[in-house]
């Protein structure tokens, strides 16, 4: 009886696959992704800078997996495919160089930080300012960490400007999830103003409030106040509204709308006031 050799195997073996392949239209989308690839390359390294960086994230599989498929070359491109792991490489070695170190447990030291934003905000009834920053340095336990991002909240009393960098001693750093962590001040905590420095958080913080108090004047249900304040300004302090943003999947909407709405009105507004009376203006807006 006739046994087909190893040979013969593998060849009826590989078309076999070539026609399922086929079938299922593979070939054809790597043809295509090739051309599109071609007419698109910034695009492909940036996508690729994209998964170097997922990489180096939490979305390890799935980023592994489109990387994959890009990096198929669709004419049979050793240079193309080395570009592209290169590029992925460049990407995960930024991430991995930007990301905030794990730290376990609550760590007291001192921190010299840089101020991103500053706002109000409401926790079980009580009103409280919430300070982002970038922990440039934080220093405990003899061990200096870097680029670290969280959060501060203090009482209205405890406010400081920011406007520069601080340097804050005697504080408690807490991880309330995996590389988000949140700063506590304690009784013999001092934030002293980094000479040299400057940040906008405050002039921005007060640019917000100043249009809050100015819807203030038009509006007197708190509710719709603070809906409209939460799309001129881009964040929002009212529990019940923030989950039913979150609820129906609208939370996108401070992003997009948020601050840059309320600066495109003001300069719109300057622009047709000398022209147009205060009803018309509003109309055309």
Not at 207 to 227: F, M, N
Not at 270 to 282: E, G, N
């Amino acid at each position: 009886m006739y046994k087909p050799c190893n040979n013969h195997r593998e060849e009826i073996f590989s078309k076999v696959c070539s026609k399922t392949l086929d079938f299922i239209g593979f070939k054809e989308t790597l043809k295509r992704l090739g051309v599109f690839w071609e007419r698109a390359p910034a695009l492909e390294v940036a996508l690729q800078l994209l998964i170097g960086a997922s990489l180096a994230w939490q979305l390890s599989l799935v980023a592994l997996g489109f990387g994959v498929f890009i990096l198929l070359p669709s004419r049979g491109s050793s240079l193309r495919l080395m570009r592209g792991a290169g590029a992925i490489a460049v990407g995960y070695i930024l991430m991995q160089s930007h990301l905030p170190p794990l730290l376990q447990g609550p760590l007291q030291g001192k921190a010299k930080a840089c101020i991103l934003e500053k706002k109000e905000g409401s926790f079980f009834g009580r009103t409280f300012l919430c300070y982002k920053l970038q922990l440039k340095q934080f220093v405990a336990s003899g061990r200096c960490y870097k680029n670290i991002f969280c959060t501060l909240r203090v009482k209205p009393k405890e406010a400081f400007l920011a406007d520069h960098d601080v340097e804050i001693t005697e504080a408690t750093l807490t991880c309330t999830s995996p590389r988000h962590y949140q700063l506590k001040l304690t009784k013999a905590s001092q934030v002293e103003p980094i000479e040299h420095s400057f940040s906008w958080a405050e002039k921005r913080y007060r640019w917000k409030q100043g249009v809050i108090r100015h819807l203030s004047e038009y509006i007197q249900d708190k509710k719709v106040l603070k809906l409209l304040s939460a799309l001129s300004v881009g964040y929002l302090d009212h529990k019940t509204l923030g989950y039913e943003f979150a609820r129906l999947g609208l939370q996108h909407l401070l992003t997009i709308s948020g601050f840059h709405f309320a600066l495109l009105t003001f300069f719109f507004a300057s622009f047709l006031k000398p022209f147009f009376s205060k009803k018309i203006k509003i109309l055309i807006l």
